[in-house]
């Protein structure tokens, strides 16, 4: 049974349209997280979420939106694509205490033409 | 934002060789860990460190928390041609489970 699981794991779609990533994991954990990664493998957080509140937001353009519908969900849907958004999105997921391991999902891979 | 210093930024390995990377920070974190990245995977953890000083190994992998908390080496020894990936460095910061990631490691595989 796969942890931390999202979907779709491959999106290809046209500027300016609106698309969502869903994310789940079944590991019990109260904080979930959306990780971006760019061409170069750099990563970086995104959102952090704690018992469905939002706690780390790091600048990241209004376009983007998560949803967190209970603890163990946590969605992204981006409005307006741009051509830039072409990444890989990976959510992952981790127990409240700070220095908790953090599980990461396969990645969606994001291409925007 | 922050950022960890990474390096190498990539290595070739030949079968059997012991392998080191590390990174470095100009900030203090509380929790190193090391991650592995397979092409059309996500991260895996690998090492997780926890105090400054501490040794801590998985098989053959060897990971170090500097003394100063603002540094980790990871050693590989003895590499296989599974050991080809991307190993990446993350710091955690005492408040908060926000991870800060290095540039990331590329191992290849020697021609």
């Known amino acids: 049974d796969t942890a931390v699981s999202q979907t779709p794991k491959y999106l290809v779609t046209q500027m300016g349209n609106d698309k969502s990533i869903k994310c789940e994991q079944n590991?019990?954990?109260?904080?979930m997280y959306w990780y971006k990664q760019d061409s170069k493998k750099f990563l970086k957080i995104m959102f952090s979420?704690?018992?469905?509140?939002?706690?780390i937001n790091e600048t990241v353009p209004n376009r983007f939106s998560p949803k967190s519908p209970d603890k163990a969900h946590l969605n992204l849907h981006i409005n307006s694509l741009e051509l830039g958004d072409s990444a890989v999105y990976f959510c992952a997921s981790s127990r409240e205490r700070p220095g908790n391991t953090i599980y990461f999902g396969e990645g969606s891979w994001l291409t925007v033409v | 934002g922050q950022q960890l210093n990474q390096s190498p930024q990539s290595m070739f390995i030949q079968e059997g060789e012991d392998v080191s990377m590390n990174c470095t920070s100009s900030?203090?974190?509380?929790?190193w860990l090391w991650y592995k990245q397979d092409p059309g995977e996500g991260p895996v953890l690998l090492i997780a460190l926890y105090k400054a000083g501490e040794l801590t190994s998985n098989g053959r992998l060897t990971a170090q928390f500097g003394i100063t908390r603002k540094d980790s080496f990871l050693n590989i020894s003895a590499s296989i041609p599974s050991d080809v990936g991307i190993y990446f460095c993350a710091g955690q910061e005492a408040a908060g489970n926000k991870l800060t990631f290095g540039g990331g490691t590329r191992v290849l595989v020697k021609p």
């Open positions: 590991l019990g954990h109260d904080t």
């Open positions: 900030s203090i974190f509380n929790t």
């Open positions: 979420y704690n018992n469905k509140e939002l706690i």
